[in-house]
C-alpha cells in the first residue's frame, strides 16, 4: 500500500476507535440533563441558547421553568416580548432571548411551527450560527452534522495536537472536518453529545482528568506530554470601561423607570433614566442633561446614593446612581418607554443584572 494511503486508513482507524470509546463512555456516563430526555428540537434548541454563555447549573432551572411557561414553539412565539425578556432575567445576553423569540415566530410563519431538519434553513433563523445549528440538527435529527462549541474545540486540539490558535475560523473549520469525519454511522446524536460532555467533565479548561479519560491512550496531547499546552488561544482584548450616570427619580412612592432602546446592549430592557458619561464631563451635570434630552425634564441632583460594577464581554460598566428630583412644575408622562413604579410591581419589568443589584442595594439601604 501507498503510504499516504496507509496513514488515512490508519488516522480512520484511529478516528473510529476514539469515536467507538467515546459513545461506550457517554453509554456509561452521560450527564441527566433536562433537555436531554427528549428529542423535541424546540426543546434542544432552547437549551443550547440558554448555554451558550451560561452554565449548566444555572441553565437547569431557567430552563424548567421555561418550559412550564413556554411549554411549546407556539406558545412562545404568541408570548409578548416583555413576558419572554422576564423569564430570561438573569441570564444575561439577552439578545438571545430576543433572537430566539423572533427566530421561533418565523418557525411558526414560515415552517407551520415545524423546526426544519435542513441545514441551510436552520442555520438562517436568527441566533442560530454553525454550532447551535449543529447541535439542533444533530442532537434532535441525528444528521451528521459537526457541533463545535469552545469545549469541542479543546478536545479536538488536545486529542490531534493541534498548535493553532482554536479563535481562528480557519482552526474551527479544520476541527469541524475532523469531527465530521468521526461521526459513526446513525450516531451523530449521541456523539455530538459525547464530545460535549467529555470537555465539561472530563477534558476541562484547567487540570484536564486525563487519568480517568476513556481515549487517554489515543491523545496525541497526553502521549507528547503536552496538555497542558494546549489548545493555543489568542489573548482576548482586555474589556473597555464605560462610565455611566443613573437618577433615582421618586414621586409618591413610585419610581421612575425607562426602556432601553429596541437595538444594541441590552435592548429592550428597563433601567433607571441616565446613561454614559463622556471622559472630562461631571457626573452630576451629565445627568442633568440626560433626563433633559430624553425625557424633557429638569432635574435637581441630589445625594449620591450607590456605585455597581458589571463585566460584560467587550465592556465594563461603572454606574453611578444618585437621588434626583424633577424641578417644581416639572412632569414626566407615562408612556412606552417610561413608566411610574409602585416598589411591589418594579418585579414585573425586566431589568439587566446590574440595574437589579443597584435597585437592590438602595432598597436594602432605607
Ligand atoms: S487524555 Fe487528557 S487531554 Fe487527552 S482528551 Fe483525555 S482528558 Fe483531554
Same mark, same amino acid.
Request: hydrophobic share 45%.
Given at each position: 500500500?501507498?503510504?499516504?494511503?496507509?496513514?488515512?486508513?490508519?488516522?480512520?482507524?484511529?478516528?473510529?476507535?476514539?469515536?467507538?470509546?467515546?459513545?461506550?463512555?457517554?453509554?456509561?456516563?452521560?450527564?441527566?440533563?433536562?433537555?436531554?430526555?427528549?428529542?423535541?428540537?424546540?426543546?434542544?434548541?432552547?437549551?443550547?441558547?440558554?448555554?451558550?454563555?451560561?452554565?449548566?447549573?444555572?441553565?437547569?432551572?431557567?430552563?424548567?421553568?421555561?418550559?412550564?411557561?413556554?411549554?411549546?414553539?407556539?406558545?412562545?412565539?404568541?408570548?409578548?416580548?416583555?413576558?419572554?425578556?422576564?423569564?430570561?432575567?438573569?441570564?444575561?445576553?439577552?439578545?438571545?432571548?430576543?433572537?430566539?423569540?423572533?427566530?421561533?415566530?418565523?418557525?411558526?410563519?414560515?415552517?407551520?411551527?415545524?423546526?426544519?431538519?435542513?441545514?441551510?434553513?436552520?442555520?438562517?433563523?436568527?441566533?442560530?450560527?454553525?454550532?447551535?445549528?449543529?447541535?439542533?440538527?444533530?442532537?434532535?435529527?441525528?444528521?451528521?452534522?459537526?457541533?463545535?462549541?469552545?469545549?469541542?474545540?479543546?478536545?479536538?486540539?488536545?486529542?490531534?495536537?493541534?498548535?493553532?490558535?482554536?479563535?481562528?475560523?480557519?482552526?474551527?473549520?479544520?476541527?469541524?472536518?475532523?469531527?465530521?469525519?468521526?461521526?459513526?454511522?446513525?450516531?451523530?446524536?449521541?456523539?455530538?453529545?459525547?464530545?460535549?460532555?467529555?470537555?465539561?467533565?472530563?477534558?476541562?479548561?484547567?487540570?484536564?482528568?486525563?487519568?480517568?479519560?476513556?481515549?487517554?491512550?489515543?491523545?496525541?496531547?497526553?502521549?507528547?506530554?503536552? #496538555? +497542558? *499546552?494546549?489548545? &493555543?488561544?489568542? =489573548?482576548?482584548?482586555?474589556?473597555?470601561? $464605560?462610565?455611566? @450616570?443613573?437618577?433615582?427619580?421618586?414621586?409618591?412612592?413610585?419610581?421612575?423607570?425607562?426602556?432601553?432602546?429596541?437595538?444594541?446592549?441590552?435592548?429592550?430592557?428597563?433601567?433607571?433614566?441616565?446613561?454614559?458619561?463622556?471622559?472630562?464631563?461631571?457626573?452630576?451635570?451629565?445627568?442633568?442633561?440626560?433626563?433633559?434630552?430624553?425625557?424633557?425634564?429638569?432635574?435637581? #441632583? +441630589? *445625594?449620591?446614593? &450607590?456605585?455597581? =460594577?458589571?463585566?460584560?464581554?467587550?465592556? $465594563?460598566?461603572? @454606574?453611578?446612581?444618585?437621588?434626583?428630583?424633577?424641578?417644581?412644575?416639572?412632569?414626566?408622562?407615562?408612556?412606552?418607554?417610561?413608566?411610574?413604579?409602585?416598589?411591589?410591581?418594579?418585579?414585573?419589568?425586566?431589568?439587566?443584572?446590574?440595574?437589579?443589584?443597584?435597585?437592590?442595594?438602595?432598597?436594602?439601604?432605607?
Amino acid at each position: 500500500m501507498h503510504s499516504s494511503q496507509h496513514d488515512e486508513t490508519r488516522e480512520r482507524r484511529r478516528a473510529a476507535e476514539i469515536a467507538g470509546r467515546l459513545l461506550d463512555w457517554y453509554a456509561e456516563s452521560a450527564r441527566d440533563l433536562p433537555w436531554r430526555r427528549t428529542r423535541d428540537p424546540y426543546r434542544i434548541w432552547v437549551s443550547e441558547i440558554m448555554l451558550q454563555q451560561t452554565r449548566v447549573e444555572t441553565v437547569i432551572p431557567y430552563f424548567e421553568r421555561w418550559m412550564k411557561q413556554f411549554p411549546t414553539l407556539e406558545a412562545l412565539a404568541a408570548a409578548p416580548q416583555e413576558e419572554v425578556l422576564k423569564a430570561w432575567e438573569g441570564l444575561g445576553y439577552y439578545a438571545r432571548a430576543r433572537n430566539l423569540h423572533a427566530a421561533v415566530q418565523e418557525v411558526v410563519a414560515r415552517y407551520g411551527g415545524e423546526v426544519p431538519d435542513d441545514p441551510e434553513a436552520v442555520a438562517s433563523l436568527k441566533g442560530v450560527g454553525p454550532y447551535t445549528a449543529g447541535a439542533i440538527l444533530s442532537i434532535a435529527f441525528n444528521r451528521p452534522v459537526p457541533a463545535v462549541d469552545g469545549n469541542v474545540l479543546r478536545v479536538m486540539a488536545r486529542l490531534y495536537a493541534i498548535a493553532d490558535d482554536i479563535a481562528r475560523p480557519a482552526t474551527r473549520r479544520v476541527v469541524e472536518e475532523l469531527v465530521r469525519a468521526m461521526i459513526p454511522p446513525g450516531r451523530a446524536s449521541e456523539f455530538n453529545q459525547a464530545l460535549m460532555d467529555l470537555g465539561a467533565v472530563i477534558c476541562t479548561p484547567r487540570r484536564p482528568r486525563c487519568l480517568l479519560c476513556p481515549v487517554r491512550e489515543l491523545c496525541e496531547a497526553w502521549k507528547a506530554g503536552r #496538555v +497542558g *499546552e494546549l489548545p &493555543v488561544k489568542g =489573548r482576548a482584548r482586555a474589556p473597555r470601561p $464605560v462610565e455611566r @450616570v443613573a437618577a433615582w427619580v421618586e414621586q409618591e412612592g413610585r419610581l421612575l423607570i425607562v426602556r432601553r432602546p429596541q437595538e444594541g446592549l441590552l435592548a429592550g430592557l428597563w433601567e433607571l433614566p441616565g446613561g454614559d458619561v463622556p471622559a472630562g464631563l461631571a457626573p452630576e451635570e451629565t445627568l442633568r442633561t440626560l433626563l433633559r434630552d430624553a425625557l424633557g425634564a429638569e432635574v435637581e #441632583v +441630589g *445625594e449620591h446614593l &450607590v456605585d455597581v =460594577r458589571h463585566v460584560f464581554t467587550h465592556l $465594563v460598566w461603572h @454606574v453611578r446612581c444618585y437621588r434626583a428630583a424633577l424641578a417644581p412644575g416639572c412632569k414626566v408622562a407615562e408612556g412606552e418607554e417610561v413608566r411610574w413604579v409602585a416598589p411591589e410591581a418594579l418585579g414585573e419589568y425586566a431589568f439587566p443584572a446590574i440595574y437589579n443589584k443597584l435597585l437592590g442595594l438602595i432598597r436594602a439601604d432605607r
